[in-house]
């Protein structure tokens, strides 16, 4: 018999309860196990998930501690203090650094030798932070980075161009997912036309879709208080890719060695997500003012990493 792959996941939260959620729909038999400080509301997260079982296949949901990560597949950390209105990503880091530390340790020491997922925000600063805390090799450590800025993206241009969103192909967003994130359109595509060819989609145009997705996020945060649904599906895909050994290929928090003239820091780039985790980091062909954005991403990531030695 086949043994059940198995996901610990940190955060009972908003976004981690949205991932459960998204998981269980999506991979037909996995042993979930929920570690929250929260010991009351997470039982309800899991009584309510464990309902959804019977009709999606044949996963386990239950509660656990640090040490059900020792045989776990992934470890998916969700854990940290929400962003509040008016509060930008970055403002959260020390925050969530020390909220960090006090996950990664535990798992590690519980001899977990699968790969960690992160979207806690900042994620690339917090996804470097967990490949130096764990010592894992960079492959095995991956954040959500702007898999969901990404998705914004193509949401932003079916909307301006009133189009399926289906239709959008290879728009994404680089960087820092935070407030220096850019875009690159040079290879995006509408109903099958490069973006250059679309009238509707002069460089004033572009920048204004930019800027929408980059305070897209803050938006959604001053309406109902949260962003959930969205990152939640890129944590599903990433570790879909990863238990299935599928090559999915997304816009994550990939580790730069060399890419974009970057080295030892984690910002989104493209990379191909298979079994055992990156199996490749795509580096797009990008224009001097594009490597001069990125360079920048990585200029503030570093700047934070610093200011917490």
């Known amino acids: 018999m086949k043994k ?9 939260g908003a976004v981690g ?60 950390i969700t854990a940290g203090v929400p962003r509040q209105p008016g509060e930008s990503r970055l403002d959260l880091f020390k925050k969530n650094t020390n909220i960090l530390k006090a996950i990664v340790t535990p798992i590690v020491n519980s001899g977990f030798e699968g790969c960690f997922v992160i979207s806690s925000n900042p994620v690339d600063v917090l996804t470097t932070i967990t490949q130096h805390l764990s010592g894992f090799s960079k492959e095995k450590v ?31 967003v680089l960087g820092e997912h935070g407030d220096s994130l850019f875009a690159t359109f040079a290879e995006a595509t509408v109903l099958g ?54 090559e999915v290929t997304l816009p994550i928090s990939a580790p730069l060695v060399g890419h974009y003239g970057q080295k030892d820091i984690y910002l989104g780039t493209p990379a191909i997500i298979a079994g055992g985790g ?20 990585a200029e503030k990531m570093r700047a934070i990493l610093a200011s917490l030695e």
Do not use: W
Request: charged content about 25%.
């Open 4 to 12: 059940q792959r198995k996901v610990i996941l940190v955060g009972s």
């Open 17 to 76: 309860s949205s991932f459960a959620f998204s998981l269980l729909q999506n991979v037909a038999s996995v042993d979930l196990v929920v570690v929250d400080i929260n010991k009351e509301r997470t039982l309800g997260d899991i009584l309510d998930l464990q309902d959804v079982t019977p009709l999606t296949g044949s996963s386990v949901v239950r509660s656990g501690t640090y040490d059900d990560a020792s045989d776990a597949d992934i470890a998916v």
């Open 142 to 172: 991956i954040g959500t980075g702007t898999s969901l800025d990404s998705a914004r993206l193509c949401v932003e241009l079916a909307l301006k161009l009133n189009v399926l969103v289906s239709e959008i192909k290879n728009a994404y």
């Open 193 to 246: 036309k490069n973006l250059s060819e679309i009238a509707a989609l002069d460089k004033k145009t572009l920048l204004e879709l930019e800027e929408s997705v980059r305070s897209r996020g803050s938006r959604i945060i001053d309406l109902k208080g949260a962003t959930h649904y969205g990152v939640a599906v890129c944590l599903m895909k990433i570790c879909k890719a990863i238990l299935n050994d599928e």
């Open 278 to 297: 990156i199996k490749q980091v795509i580096e797009m062909q990008l224009v001097a003012t594009e490597r001069q954005k990125m360079a920048l991403s």
